[in-house]
């Protein structure tokens, strides 16, 4: 047997590692990109309708 050979639970550890170092990168981008954006105010369509019974924006933050 050669020296190089890695033994089957080995890949497992190596491939559960890589996985949650993917996840935890992912969620560590999302959270960066939480922090860092600000979003520009939008109009919302139904934000000038005055129709009883119709849904809107609770309250403008702009």
């Given at each position: ?7 089957p639970r080995t ?38 309708s005055?129709t009883?019974g ?9």
């Open positions: 047997m050669s020296g190089l050979a890695i033994r890949w497992v550890l190596l491939a559960a590692g890589a996985g949650l170092s993917l996840l935890a990168l992912a969620n560590a981008h999302m959270i960066y990109v939480a922090v860092v954006s600000e979003p520009d105010c939008v109009a919302h369509l139904k934000s000038e005055v009883p119709e849904y809107r924006a609770a309250g403008s933050a702009c």
